[in-house]
Structure formats: structure tokens, C-alpha cells
């Protein structure tokens, strides 16, 4: 049964159908306006994501019908100008949730003057087909006990919804994490980069160092230096650490050389030490592309202790494709370099076996200063995805991945633009003529 009331939280996530059945994307959010008066607000619209991750505006009017797995729109129509957030519009979710707020409601005494928080909001269709936010959903901190109790008010008697009090910084982040745990980071990054920039700045601070470093290297740069600066410099310098070295250079690559050293003389040396040797190197060249920590064993090692090695899974599928066997130390820039050892030959050979003895010594290796068309010639000649860097004296200094190349070879705000050809399922239409968007 279609529902003509029905909480906000609940809509994320459901599939959006047009009016044939056809899949068109899935709820992300709901955008409202917000007024400055305690009159409901109107619920313009739904945020939906694309199978593509673009996100597009559909307004409520087209909207027929709310069930428990799916929103139906009277239409294949749709805009597919990706959203824009307006003046005087909120996301429900992404900044309406975990607001702190009062209630003055006079069937509630105990909630009055106490600080509580946003958990969802009820909204419901009227006569006029509007939709409009009847209800919040609200619960005490944590600390108040009994008062973690969940209670449905209507909108008039609650407090600090208005446009002004929403954009105070500091608002709590609870329902928001909620809805990235389990993600990758990679989808972790792509949200955050869809909200607005204070709820990013606020979700970022949130997340742990190590969390925080994975989903920061997932993001355009122009966010990872935002993040980076709001964090301050002591929180900043912590996440540089979590990351990866050749994230963390290129990173500070983007930063003022003065900001740059500052931060780098917070992270502890050992961290920072093979960060400085990467920013020696240009960011085009095998030297900056490299990872200075790949997978290094001496001869001795065996082919059980290798495989071990790369079942690490902080290790990514590149630099657990090949094993590089030198004379100790076993620490960039190492001693002498003898040759690697493909996964695929490691997974032959008997695991007593020493690797010493299936050592690859045909392959050449990169040059730091190698330019990246080069280095892009080299992984299509020998159909590899990891590949070793050494220095003139042959001491391993690091080695490039794949992964590293395709992020140099691709626009550098390639994570901002949609994948090229039809957004949604032949059947459903797009329309610029602006119909059916927004007031």
C-alpha cells in the first residue's frame, strides 16, 4: 500500500522506478526548504543517485507512490543536470540529522530545556499533493539516561531548525557516520565529496586517523587540501602519517612549501622521511609515482614466508603482484637489487623453495627520473601492474603500480566527472528544459 506518511531516514536507499518498472536509481536524500518562521517546511524533492554515482534532483510532485522497497514516479522524464544545492535549500539527511535542538512541547515537560537531537523527520503528503516535514523524530545525548528514549513531535514545538542555526558549526555527526559504515573508502570519499562543505569538514574530523587517511586519498585534491586545512595541523600531520607515503607527497605537493614543511616537521621522522625523498623527485616521473614501500625479501626468504607477505591486506592487489628480492636491508633504498618474483611464480613452486632460486633478472628496471610515458610504454610492453625503481647504484628506491599511473594519466579531476554514455535505462527519458525543476 502506497504510504502518504513516512519517515526520511526510511527513504535512503530505495530503488526509484518509473512508471513501467524500470530502475531509474535509488534515494540518497530529501531536499527541503527551510523557512524562518515555524511553519512546516516543503519538501521540494528527492536527491537520487544514478547507477553512474551522478546525483540528480527529482521533484516530489513526480512522485506517485511510497512502499516499504521502492519510490514510483509518474514519469520516465527526468533532468539529469546534476543536483546543485540552492539558497535556502537542506539536505534532510546529510545536515537536517544530528542537529541539537529544544522542544516546547507542553505534553512533554520532561523535554523542555533539555538539549536533544535530531534523529528523523516525518514527512506526509496533503491535500495539495505538497509534502511537507510534520514531524521530528528526537533523542537525548548519550548521557541522559532514560531520556535516550526516541519521541515524535510535531514541528512547531521544536527549536533550532531555522536556516541560521543549522549552518553553526559543531553540529554531531552520529546518523551521518551511520550511513558510511561498511563502504570502501573510495564510496566513503565520494560521499563525502557530495555533501556540503561543512558537514564534510565535520564528518572528516569524526572518523579516525586511519579511516580518515584511506578515504582522503580517494578524494579530488582540491578536497584533500580543504580537509587537510580544517583539521589543523596537529590532527593533519597525524593523517599524513596513516597514509600512504606517495598519497601523503602528493598531497603536500599541492600545499605552500612553508605549510608543506610545517607538517612534515610534526610527523614523526620515520614517517616522514621517505615522504621527503619522494617530494625530491617530479610528480610526472617514476620517482614521484613509486611507492616506497613495496614488498622486499633477501634471497634466503622462502617462498612460504613471500606468500605470506602478500596475503597482507593492507597491501593492494598491484603491489601484492610481485615480490622484490635484494641484499639486506630489506628497507628502501635498499642494497643491492637482484630481480622480483611474480605472484603467479610463487604460487608453482613449493613452499620450502627459496626465492633466491626463481629470481626474474631479465626484467629492466625504471630510473626515478623515467617520465610517465615511459613508465606508461613499459607497463603495456610487459602486461605488468607493478614495476621496480632504482637508483644508479641499483638500490631499490621504491616501486610504481598501475593504479598510480591511470591517476597521473587521467584529468586531474577525473573522480568529479560522470562515466561517459547514457546515465539510466533506455527507457527513461532525460528533459534541460527545466520542467519539474525547482522553484
Same mark, same amino acid.
Given at each position: 500500500?502506497?504510504?502518504?506518511?513516512?519517515?526520511?531516514?526510511?527513504?535512503?536507499?530505495?530503488?526509484?522506478?518509473?512508471?513501467?518498472?524500470?530502475?531509474?536509481?535509488?534515494?540518497?536524500?530529501?531536499?527541503?526548504?527551510?523557512?524562518?518562521?515555524?511553519?512546516?517546511?516543503?519538501?521540494?524533492? *528527492?536527491?537520487?543517485?544514478?547507477?553512474?554515482?551522478?546525483?540528480?534532483?527529482?521533484?516530489?510532485?513526480?512522485?506517485?507512490?511510497?512502499?516499504?522497497?521502492?519510490?514510483?514516479?509518474?514519469?520516465?522524464?527526468?533532468?539529469?543536470?546534476?543536483?546543485?544545492?540552492?539558497?535556502?535549500?537542506?539536505?534532510?539527511?546529510?545536515?537536517?540529522?544530528?542537529?541539537?535542538?529544544?522542544?516546547?512541547?507542553?505534553?512533554?515537560?520532561?523535554?523542555?530545556?533539555?538539549?536533544?537531537?535530531?534523529?528523523?523527520?516525518?514527512?506526509?503528503?496533503?491535500?495539495?499533493?505538497?509534502?511537507?516535514?510534520?514531524?521530528?523524530?528526537?533523542?537525548?545525548?548519550?548521557? %541522559?539516561?532514560?531520556?535516550?528514549?526516541?519521541?515524535?513531535?510535531?514541528?512547531?514545538?521544536?527549536?533550532?531548525?531555522?536556516?541560521?542555526?543549522?549552518? $553553526?558549526?559543531?553540529?554531531?555527526?552520529?546518523?551521518?557516520?551511520?550511513?558510511?559504515?561498511?563502504?570502501?573508502?573510495?564510496?566513503?570519499?565520494?560521499? $563525502?565529496?557530495?555533501?556540503?562543505?561543512?558537514?564534510?569538514?565535520?564528518?572528516?574530523?569524526? *572518523?579516525?586517523?586511519?579511516?580518515?587517511?584511506?578515504?582522503?586519498?580517494?578524494?579530488?585534491?582540491?578536497?584533500?587540501?580543504?580537509?587537510?586545512?580544517? %583539521?589543523?595541523?596537529?590532527?593533519?600531520?597525524?593523517?599524513?602519517?596513516?597514509?600512504?607515503?606517495?598519497?601523503?607527497?602528493?598531497?603536500?605537493?599541492?600545499?605552500?612549501?612553508?605549510?608543506?614543511?610545517?607538517?612534515?616537521?610534526?610527523?614523526?621522522?620515520?614517517?616522514?622521511?621517505?615522504?621527503?625523498? %619522494?617530494?625530491?623527485?617530479?610528480?610526472?616521473?617514476?620517482?614521484?609515482?613509486?611507492?616506497?614501500?613495496?614488498?622486499? *625479501?633477501?634471497?634466503?626468504?622462502?617462498?612460504?614466508?613471500? %606468500?605470506?607477505?602478500?596475503?597482507?591486506?593492507?597491501?593492494?592487489?598491484?603491489?601484492?603482484?610481485?615480490?622484490?628480492?635484494?641484499?639486506?636491508?630489506?628497507?628502501?633504498?635498499?642494497?643491492?637489487?637482484?630481480?622480483?618474483?611474480?605472484?603467479?611464480?610463487?604460487?608453482?613452486?613449493?613452499?620450502?623453495?627459496?626465492?633466491?632460486?626463481?629470481?626474474?633478472?631479465?626484467?629492466?628496471?625504471?630510473?626515478?627520473?623515467?617520465?610517465?610515458?615511459?613508465?606508461?610504454?613499459?607497463?603495456?610492453?610487459?602486461?605488468?601492474?607493478?614495476?621496480?625503481?632504482?637508483?644508479?647504484?641499483?638500490?631499490?628506491?621504491?616501486?610504481?603500480?598501475?593504479?598510480?599511473?591511470?591517476?597521473?594519466?587521467?584529468?586531474?579531476?577525473?573522480?568529479?566527472?560522470?562515466?561517459?554514455?547514457?546515465?539510466?535505462?533506455?527507457?527513461?527519458?532525460?528533459?534541460?528544459?527545466?520542467?519539474?525543476?525547482?522553484?
Amino acid at each position: 500500500m502506497a504510504a502518504t506518511r513516512v519517515f526520511a531516514a526510511r527513504l535512503a536507499g530505495l530503488v526509484v522506478l518509473g512508471p513501467d518498472g524500470e530502475s531509474i536509481g535509488r534515494v540518497r536524500d530529501v531536499v527541503m526548504s527551510v523557512r524562518y518562521d515555524r511553519q512546516q517546511p516543503r519538501v521540494l524533492g *528527492l536527491l537520487v543517485e544514478l547507477p553512474t554515482r551522478k546525483r540528480i534532483f527529482v521533484p516530489m510532485l513526480r512522485v506517485t507512490t511510497v512502499e516499504p522497497g521502492s519510490v514510483t514516479l509518474n514519469t520516465g522524464n527526468v533532468s539529469l543536470r546534476r543536483f546543485n544545492q540552492r539558497p535556502g535549500e537542506m539536505l534532510g539527511l546529510a545536515q537536517v540529522l544530528d542537529s541539537k535542538v529544544e522542544v516546547d512541547d507542553p505534553e512533554l515537560p520532561d523535554l523542555q530545556g533539555v538539549d536533544l537531537f535530531v534523529v528523523d523527520l516525518g514527512i506526509e503528503q496533503t491535500r495539495s499533493r505538497d509534502w511537507m516535514v510534520s514531524r521530528v523524530a528526537v533523542r537525548g545525548h548519550r548521557r %541522559l539516561g532514560r531520556r535516550r528514549a526516541v519521541h515524535v513531535v510535531e514541528w512547531t514545538y521544536v527549536r533550532g531548525l531555522t536556516q541560521r542555526e543549522l549552518n $553553526l558549526p559543531g553540529q554531531d555527526v552520529t546518523q551521518l557516520l551511520g550511513q558510511f559504515e561498511g563502504l570502501r573508502p573510495a564510496d566513503v570519499a565520494h560521499l $563525502l565529496h557530495e555533501l556540503p562543505a561543512k558537514r564534510r569538514i565535520e564528518l572528516a574530523r569524526a *572518523l579516525d586517523d586511519e579511516r580518515l587517511a584511506d578515504v582522503v586519498q580517494e578524494l579530488p585534491e582540491t578536497d584533500q587540501v580543504e580537509v587537510l586545512q580544517k %583539521l589543523g595541523v596537529e590532527r593533519a600531520a597525524d593523517v599524513l602519517e596513516a597514509m600512504d607515503p606517495d598519497d601523503a607527497a602528493d598531497l603536500l605537493g599541492e600545499l605552500p612549501t612553508g605549510e608543506a614543511e610545517a607538517l612534515l616537521s610534526l610527523m614523526d621522522p620515520e614517517e616522514s622521511e621517505p615522504v621527503r625523498r %619522494l617530494l625530491e623527485y617530479s610528480p610526472y616521473t617514476a620517482g614521484g609515482l613509486m611507492t616506497p614501500e613495496p614488498v622486499m *625479501l633477501t634471497p634466503a626468504a622462502t617462498v612460504a614466508e613471500a %606468500l605470506a607477505r602478500v596475503r597482507n591486506p593492507d597491501l593492494t592487489p598491484a603491489l601484492a603482484s610481485m615480490v622484490f628480492v635484494v641484499r639486506p636491508p630489506t628497507a628502501t633504498p635498499t642494497g643491492r637489487y637482484l630481480g622480483c618474483v611474480h605472484l603467479q611464480q610463487l604460487l608453482r613452486e613449493p613452499p620450502a623453495n627459496l626465492v633466491g632460486g626463481i629470481v626474474d633478472t631479465v626484467l629492466a628496471p625504471l630510473r626515478p627520473e623515467t617520465p610517465l610515458a615511459a613508465v606508461t610504454r613499459y607497463f603495456a610492453t610487459y602486461n605488468f601492474v607493478c614495476g621496480p625503481v632504482v637508483d644508479d647504484e641499483n638500490h631499490l628506491l621504491g616501486a610504481v603500480t598501475v593504479d598510480d599511473v591511470l591517476d597521473h594519466l587521467l584529468p586531474e579531476d577525473w573522480r568529479e566527472h560522470d562515466e561517459e554514455g547514457s546515465d539510466m535505462h533506455a527507457r527513461v527519458h532525460a528533459v534541460v528544459d527545466g520542467t519539474g525543476e525547482r522553484p
